[in-house]
């Protein structure tokens, strides 16, 4: 019988704690792109260096053109190239409520909310995106037979035990 880890909460919020992982695996990525700076500076092949990283060759040498062009400068995270969310993580949980509340099944529907509810502009790539994070998967609308009795399911679940 496992035991749940007691733990002390009072260091950091949740989300503050989720930012400094971010951080440090941004770091972590700055750290790998040195290494391979490194070994190229002690004449080490890229495709050598590419291997001990697991990294692509094309990725090595667009990491050997990103410190050719700015130094250690450029091997960090570029502007506008993903980052934080434009809605807060109490945002997300009151969209996530009203998408339930509502019975919302279309991502241009939460598009179209997003945008009303909380001045927030997203295309339709990036709410799908939203949507999955938050736990809602695809699924294909279906017609419902007008003929069909209310309690349809009840009388297959009962013939089906029988």
């Given at each position: 019988m496992n035991r749940k880890p007691t733990i002390n909460k009072d260091f950091t919020s949740v989300e503050e704690l989720q930012i400094r992982i971010k951080k440090l695996e941004q770091d972590v990525k700055v750290l790998n792109?040195?290494?391979?700076?490194?070994?190229?500076y002690h004449d080490v092949s890229i495709t050598e260096s590419c291997k001990k990283l697991g990294i692509t060759r094309v990725t090595g040498h667009n990491w050997l053109n990103q410190w050719n062009e700015g130094g250690y400068d450029s091997l960090g995270r570029k502007s506008g190239s993903g980052g934080q969310s434009k809605l807060t993580p109490e945002q997300k949980e009151e969209l996530s409520e009203i998408i339930i509340d509502n019975k919302i099944y279309s991502s241009k529907q939460v598009l179209e909310l997003i945008k009303e509810k909380f001045n927030v502009e997203y295309s339709i790539r990036q709410v799908e995106r939203i949507l999955r994070d938050l736990k809602f998967g695809y699924g294909k609308p279906y017609t419902i037979y007008s003929k069909m009795p209310e309690d349809a399911e009840e009388s297959l679940k009962k013939n089906f035990e029988e």
């Open positions: 792109k040195l290494y391979f700076i490194n070994d190229i």
